[in-house]
């Protein structure tokens, strides 16, 4: 059966390095998210990606974060200068219709 | 207020017993999604909603558009059930964005 997958599992950083967040949608799904959760609280939405552009994006996506899908497969969450409050997990999901499907998270650790 | 509530926030059973969540939400909204996270910390999809009810299984999900209710039930539940389930909604005026509530955390016991 076709799943999201995303990589790396876990990623450590110092704070105000970047890093790269990696996933594969389900290859003929249309609409991309990511979506994070800090430990202990509940699952936020970050942005939303359709046609290669933002289609929606919350007021915790700001100027330190950026979307892409480089190639047509990969999806790739970007966070330009790290704080110690972006250590979370972090999820894409994606879908072609009304249910999404989430990928297994990227645990980010940022020191 | 949140607009996705949940209850119980914690639910301890035993083994065999029934199950019941339920949530709340104060929006208009297109679709309901019940999802199911383990310690891991990944994230299931159980079941997606507009109407009515479904069933997979042990885990029924119904839902009432009128009443901004759904619930998630868990015939003869078992231990590998213990995990956190969420509800978490598509509102009609958000574009495709789920909201999502803070979770129930289930531990069955043997």
Redesign the interface.
């Given at each position: 059966e076709p799943e999201v997958t995303q990589t790396p599992s876990h990623q450590v950083t110092q704070m105000g390095q970047e890093v790269i967040l990696r996933c594969v949608p389900i290859s003929n799904h249309l609409y991309f998210y990511w979506y994070r959760q800090i430990l202990g609280q509940k699952v936020e939405f970050l942005v939303s990606f359709y046609n290669n552009e933002i289609s929606e994006k919350s007021e915790i996506f700001d100027d330190q974060f950026s979307v892409e899908r480089p190639d047509g497969s990969n999806f790739t969450l970007k966070i330009r200068s790290t704080k110690l409050e972006d250590s979370a997990m972090y999820f894409c999901a994606s879908n072609i219709r009304l249910e999404q499907f989430f990928g297994p998270g990227t645990r980010l650790t940022v020191l | 207020k949140n607009e996705v509530e949940q209850s119980p926030q914690n639910l301890t059973a035993q083994e065999g017993e029934f199950i019941t969540i339920n949530c709340s939400y104060s929006v208009g909204i297109?679709?309901l999604?019940w999802?199911q996270q383990h310690p891991?910390?990944?994230?299931?999809?159980l079941f997606?909603l507009?109407s009515g009810k479904k069933k997979h299984g042990r885990l029924i999900a119904t839902i009432n558009i009128q009443e901004k209710h759904s619930s998630l039930h868990i015939t003869a539940s078992h231990p590998r059930d213990s995990a956190v389930y969420?509800c978490?909604v598509?509102a009609e005026t958000?574009?495709?964005?789920?909201?999502?509530?803070?979770?129930t955390q289930l531990t069955v016991n043997p």
């Open positions: - | 297109s679709a999604h999802l891991g910390g990944g994230i299931v999809s997606m507009s969420i978490a598509k958000s574009g495709s964005r789920l909201t999502f509530g803070e979770g």
